[in-house]
Structure formats: structure tokens, C-alpha cells
């Protein structure tokens, strides 16, 4: 006979599962990132408050540690997904969000709807640009020569660029009159720069092996812009600005012959 209340034993309790711990070299480049994504946010309260040259001084750090954090990652081996995703995501509003309102704070409020739809095209393009980087991440393994060379202006790059008048401003130029035009004029071509599909230099191209020769040069070169940027920040980012957009014909230039030579290398393997 059965009895009436049989003895019950609860299922075993599956165990738990347990999160690894995460290497500190992992997070060192994520806090990085963070705080490019923080120099970012903080210069929009600046540019909301008039302080238009502590705005740049945000955007100009922000550009700093984004050209650090990638290359902190590779060197202590803690490159992730989910770091690039993050990358991104800080790009987007430091380089892209960031530097519009600061513009529409400054000038382009002036023009009202215009100057705010220069604004929106300008978020825009940075954002159709880094979501175009995302994808190439996945794509198949480029030629050597190609990964000195972005598609479109990188978005420190944009950033620095589309802030250029600021730039300007703050080296001591006055003001004229019409002044938010030719800004909502440069913010047009900013953008348009930003998303092309033009090739221009990328800073990921200067990690290759440096001759011994030139090993001082380099260094006395670096000393001086750090000195520069210290000493005079805007004046040296607004000729830093103007020798990388001289150099986006050479850029091009120089992409087209190295396409050429492969394409003539593969013709001649065929033949």
C-alpha cells in the first residue's frame, strides 16, 4: 500500500553559474574610452555655459585619449568586441553630437533652422561613418598598404576639422559680420568629407617599424607639438588641422598608385 503522502525531494539546485574575472588589462582601454566619452559630454556644459575655449579644450582631450585608448589596448594584448563597440559609441558623441551643439551654441543658432540642420547632418554623417567602420571590421583581411588609409575623414579628424573656425576664433581672429555662414558653409563640407568614400591617412598606419635614422628626428618632433599643444592648444591644433586637410589630395594620390600596382601585379600573375 502506498502511503498518502509519499516523501518529496526537491530537484537539486542547478549551480550557479560564476562570471570569470576580467583581465585589468581588458579594462584599462574601456576607462580610457570612458573618459574620452566624459571630456565629450563635459564640453557641452561648457559650451552651454560660454565657455567656448574650455568647450574646444574638451574635444581637443577627447581626440587625445581616442588616438591613446586603441593603441594602450593592442600594446597590453586587451583588444575586444566589446571595446570597439564602446569606442564607437564614445566616438559618436564626442566627435559627432559634441562638436555640433558646440557649433550651434556658438554661431550657427543664428540662422536657426539652417544652422540646426547643419547640425543634424553633421551627427549624422558621424554616425553613418563609425556604423561604415564597424562593418569593415568584419570584412575580409585588406592588403597591407590599405590599413594606412581610412574611407571618409576619421572622427577625431572630423571633429578637429569641423572645428576649426572655433579654432580660429580662439587664436585671437576677430569676428565679422556674416561669420555664421561661412561656419555653416565649412560644416557642410566637414561633412560631406567625413562620410565620402574618399581615402585619406589613418593614424593606424604609423605602427609599422621606424628606421633608425629617423628615430630622434620623430621623437624631437613629437616633444615639440606636445610642448606646442601645451604652450598654444588651439594654434597648434588649427595648423595640425590644416596640414592633414593638404594632405587628404596626397592621400588620395598615394592610394590610387598603390591600387594601380596591385592591379598590375594581379594582371601580370594571370597572364
Excluded at 530537484?11 to 574575472?21: G, K, L, S
Excluded at 609599422?208 to 592648444?233: K, N, T
Amino acid at each position: 500500500m502506498e502511503p498518502i503522502f509519499p516523501p518529496f525531494e526537491p530537484e537539486p539546485t542547478p549551480p550557479q553559474r560564476r562570471f570569470r574575472p576580467i583581465p585589468l588589462r581588458l579594462l584599462i582601454p574601456n576607462v580610457i574610452t570612458l573618459l574620452a566619452l566624459a571630456a565629450g559630454l563635459t564640453s557641452v556644459r561648457f559650451a552651454i555655459e560660454g565657455k567656448l575655449d574650455y568647450a574646444a579644450l574638451g574635444i581637443i582631450a577627447a581626440a587625445i585619449l581616442d588616438g591613446v585608448d586603441g593603441r594602450i589596448a593592442r600594446m597590453l594584448k586587451g583588444t575586444s568586441r566589446f571595446g570597439a563597440e564602446l569606442d564607437s559609441l564614445a566616438d559618436f558623441v564626442s566627435f559627432g553630437c559634441a562638436p555640433a551643439l558646440i557649433l550651434y551654441f556658438w554661431q550657427l543658432h543664428v540662422l536657426k533652422t539652417a544652422g540646426w540642420l547643419a547640425c543634424l547632418l553633421l551627427a549624422f554623417a558621424m554616425a553613418l561613418r563609425l556604423a561604415r567602420f564597424n562593418v569593415s571590421l568584419d570584412a575580409p583581411e585588406r592588403p597591407e598598404w590599405q590599413k594606412a588609409f581610412a574611407t571618409g575623414v576619421p572622427a577625431p579628424a572630423g571633429a578637429m576639422m569641423v572645428m576649426f573656425p572655433i579654432h580660429l576664433t580662439l587664436t585671437g581672429i576677430p569676428q565679422f559680420a556674416g561669420e555664421s555662414v561661412i561656419v555653416l558653409i565649412w560644416t557642410l563640407i566637414s561633412t560631406a568629407l567625413i562620410v565620402s568614400r574618399l581615402p585619406t591617412f589613418s593614424g593606424k598606419g604609423l605602427g609599422g617599424p621606424v628606421p633608425r635614422e629617423r628615430v630622434l628626428p620623430i621623437l624631437a618632433l613629437i616633444v615639440v607639438i606636445l610642448a606646442l599643444l601645451v604652450s598654444h592648444p588651439f594654434e597648434t591644433v588649427a595648423v595640425l588641422t590644416l596640414v592633414y586637410i593638404v594632405g587628404i589630395p596626397v592621400a588620395v594620390q598615394r592610394y590610387l598608385r598603390f591600387s594601380a600596382r596591385d592591379k598590375a601585379e594581379s594582371t601580370s600573375s594571370q597572364a
